[in-house]
């Protein structure tokens, strides 16, 4: 894995501190979960886009929500055939938030319409760098990037990856993009299925566990509320222990778990089940989805 910079700016905030410039021009070709927490992490405070950012919408009403906004232009396709086209241009980083089956057919629509030099980012699954670069005009760029729902709440982590067009400074631009609703690693495309297996699922794998513990809890005596209570806080509050001590994962579970004591005894039942390999085979049966998908499975 390599860890790109963002470039930096000569630029001075109002405290003095350097700043970043604003981020070029912004096509979102699609606004749905997770685009729309993208498009919410590039409103949010302190970051900056030239001119208004290009939404397109299927549905007129979805577009209506950004009525009266002056950083969001939306192009609704119920009402305008063309919306995709007249999005993308004069955009420097065209964002792609369709599903990936659309995801081929949109670019057919929109290649003619593309900037020079402008970089194409798809945040779908299993749809290949040169599936998209084959379809696109030479001198434009392509990333794909793997984000995760903790977007939604500016915590999420995606991996990005640059196709053969794509060079520091555009990989630079995505990263900054992305660094609105989180952190940000840069990898080989080799790498993003597994990206997608461990951060991009990931969520669901934690969710499980959560509703797991719930149920487990229920079955001990405990309501639905004091469950909810006692799992969540727990989890919430062992996450954010593990962020703030910065000590190993494998430290902190033997800080709770006293030699001959109730959390060992747990722990001994859970380790019985061979985590380690569950792990890898649920990592295995996700990254091979992701191939099945590369494939046209």
């Known amino acids: 894995m390599n860890g790109t910079c963002e470039p930096r700016s000569d630029a001075q905030s109002s405290d003095g501190q350097p700043s970043a410039p604003p981020l070029p021009a912004i096509a979102m070709l699609g606004v749905g979960s997770m685009g729309g927490a993208i498009l919410a992490g590039l409103r949010g405070p302190g970051v900056r886009v030239e001119g208004p950012i290009a939404v397109t919408t299927r549905s007129a009403a979805s577009a209506a929500q950004f009525d009266g906004a002056s950083d969001v232009r939306a192009h609704a396709g119920e009402r305008d055939d063309d919306a995709n086209k007249r999005a993308v241009r004069g955009a420097r980083i065209v964002l792609l938030g369709v599903k990936p089956w659309m995801i081929h057919d949109l670019l057919r629509e929109i290649a003619g319409d593309l900037e020079p030099g402008a970089v194409v980012v798809s945040v779908a699954a299993g749809v290949t760098i040169g599936s998209m670069e084959a379809l696109l005009p030479e001198g434009v760029a392509v990333v794909r990037a793997m984000p995760n729902t903790p977007a939604h709440i500016g915590r999420g982590v995606t991996g990005i990856a ?134 046209g499975s």
């Open 162 to 295: 640059g196709g053969s067009a794509a060079s520091s400074d555009d990989l630079g631009l995505v990263r900054r993009l992305f660094e609105t609703v989180g952190s940000v690693l840069v990898v080989d495309e080799g790498q993003i299925n597994a990206i997608t297996a461990i951060s991009g699922s990931g969520p669901a794998y934690l969710f499980l566990y959560a509703e797991q513990m719930m149920a487990a809890a229920r079955r001990l005596g405990f309501d639905e509320d004091q469950a909810s209570l006692l799992v969540q806080q727990t989890i919430a509050g062992s996450a954010e222990l593990m962020v703030r001590s910065g000590e190993d994962p494998a430290q902190l579970r033997r800080n709770v778990t006293s030699p001959k004591g109730t959390t060992e005894r747990a722990v001994e039942v859970l380790e019985a089940a061979d985590w380690g390999e569950l792990f890898d085979r649920a990592l295995a049966a996700n990254i091979r989805r992701s191939e099945e998908l590369e494939a």
